[in-house]
């Protein structure tokens, strides 16, 4: 028993050794940075990108447009989100260099009674958070961490989880922790409704099964941060989940442009197996690899660079469409917070279309349309596309069920319309459908049915390249911003949508040019 004894107390002493041991190298070591919530999410995600975040951020890929509309939407979102709480005090940073300060000035606020604080700052063991919003209700606090997301994720609770260990250690009493999120039910009708428009889930008992996973990975992070090389971390699933990493093109640049890492729909572990094992380059992959019909023809028309071409389908096809057809495309936008009644957050909301009429396979005339970016303008659309396409004749779309959705949602809001816009519905047809069913399939179109890389393989001369606005989530994104732009700018950027659109059902009726010819 008294040997027992003494391992036990030796045993102690090496934990309690380790761990000062730890806390005077955090303290020695004055280059290392304070982690905060979004660096110990990059952590979680891959401890090489949280050095790189750190010590070499230059090596980021460049902010676009539609990471910078995350951030801008996020920032958005959580200034409504106060509207939930009001009278609260905001505590926010005036500046990235001020963090200190902020955090003693939450600490004056707690001291003064302040109940409801947004962005309080804290301080525990080299790691800093600012909370969304914090209130006091019957002396205790409760913590609601603001997403502007639908739903409530793995990631978020990690990130609650942080704010809960920070907050505990810092002596506040916490009852509660919340993820304050987006109604996806949600039709704004008039004035927006704060209270209907958010959600609020309570996640404290998920983050209590985490007592002890946060102070672990904080100190395996802070290890990583006090290293002098950068950890040797091949790529993977980490690279793109749950987020795209912001050194994916740094950590890729040896990753050939088309590789086994490109088999269209391949199971993430059956991809990601292949390229540890060496097989790397598309024609290596081994012939008794499990996959699909349409994903081994994929890989066999690479490896005999083969085309497959259904002569018999795509007959069929082109018999059931009449000599009279319209290509018709749509361009839709989908904010956070909805701007119009009868919108749902993030719904597509048709802003533009573009129609070719063709007769006997040559164009007989253009039409478009591009709202307004200051009103609704859904009711002119419905109406343009009505007086476009009142002729007889087939509506080609490229990818029927995003088209049909929209027209469906309109009919929803727009109920008078119904008979006309069923019509139109009912007249349309799928371009997509001989690519998608592999009917005719080259390896130039890489495993895709998409049209940006079926129109390259069928009609090489013809590219959206030179396009300045050349891809359907770039379009959303200037059109939501438009109102954000100079006057010259707005003029510009409408001129650039239209010519995208207009692009898009012209590819259209390149494309069945070659199919007709093929035949």
């Not at 690899?289 to 082109?318: A, H």
């Not at 047809?429 to 049209?451: H, N, R, T």
């Not at 006057?487 to 239209?498: A, P, S, T, Y």
Request: hydrophobic content about 35%.
């Amino acid at each position: 028993m008294y040997l027992k004894f003494i391992f036990l107390m030796f045993i102690n002493l090496i934990i309690i050794l380790d761990t000062i041991i730890y806390k005077l190298v955090l303290l020695i070591n004055m280059s290392r940075k304070y982690l905060s919530k979004s660096t110990f999410i990059t952590g979680l995600q891959c401890p090489k990108a949280l050095y790189f975040k750190k010590y070499k951020p230059e090596l980021a890929d460049e902010i676009n447009l539609a990471k910078q509309n995350v951030f801008d939407v996020g920032n958005e979102v959580g200034l409504l989100a106060q509207k939930l709480f009001p009278g609260g005090i905001d505590a926010s940073p005036e500046h990235y260099t001020k963090l200190a300060e902020s955090i003693s000035y939450t600490s004056d606020l707690i001291n003064d009674g302040v109940d409801v604080i947004y962005e309080a700052g804290f301080e525990y063991d080299y790691v800093r958070c600012f909370i969304d919003i914090l209130v006091k209700k019957n002396g205790k606090w409760h913590i609601y961490e603001v997403k502007s997301s639908t739903k409530v994720s793995e990631t978020y609770i990690n990130d609650a989880s942080l704010q809960y260990y920070i907050l505990k250690n810092c002596g506040l009493d916490v009852e509660s922790v919340s993820i304050v999120h987006i109604n996806n039910s949600y039709i704004k009708n008039r004035e927006l409704d704060v209270f209907n428009f958010f959600s609020i889930t309570p996640v404290l008992e998920k983050i209590q099964n985490k007592i002890d996973f946060v102070p672990i990975k904080l100190k395996e992070l802070h290890e990583v941060l006090l290293e002098n090389e950068t950890p040797e971390i091949d790529i993977g699933k980490q690279c793109t989940k749950p987020y795209e990493c912001d050194f994916k093109s740094y950590c890729w640049k040896d990753v050939p442009d088309y590789s086994v890492l490109n088999i269209s729909r391949l199971k993430p572990d059956t991809k990601w197996g292949l390229y540890n094992s060496g097989y790397i380059n598309i024609k290596d992959v081994p012939l008794d690899t499990k996959m699909s019909s349409n994903q081994r023809i994929q890989v066999d028309c690479e490896i005999n660079q083969t085309n497959l071409f259904n002569k018999k389908k795509i007959k069929e096809f082109l018999d059931g469409l009449t000599n009279d057809v319209f290509h018709l495309d749509f361009e839709t936008v989908g904010v956070a917070i909805p701007i119009f009644d009868g919108l749902k957050p993030y719904q597509p909301n048709p802003f533009q279309y573009s129609l070719h009429h063709e007769k006997n396979g040559k164009i007989i005339k253009h039409y478009e349309f591009l709202a307004s970016s200051e009103e609704d303008s859904r009711e002119l659309f419905i109406k343009s596309l009505i007086k476009d396409l009142q002729c007889s004749g087939d509506i080609l779309v490229y990818n029927i069920g995003f088209e049909r959705g929209r027209l469906k949602e309109l009919i929803r809001s727009f109920p008078k319309y119904e008979s006309d816009i069923q019509e139109i519905i009912d007249r349309m047809k799928d371009l997509m459908i001989p690519f998608k069913e592999k009917w005719y399939y080259v390896p130039e179109m890489q495993g895709s049915y998409s049209i940006k890389k079926v129109l390259p393989a069928l009609v090489p001369d013809l590219t959206y390249k030179d396009l300045s606005i050349n891809k359907g989530d770039v379009a959303s994104l200037e059109f939501s911003n438009l109102n954000k732009k100079s006057l010259q700018e707005q003029e510009n950027i409408r001129k650039d949508l239209l010519e995208y659109c207009k692009m898009d059902t012209f590819a259209m009726f390149k494309i069945l040019e070659v199919l007709r010819k093929k035949i």
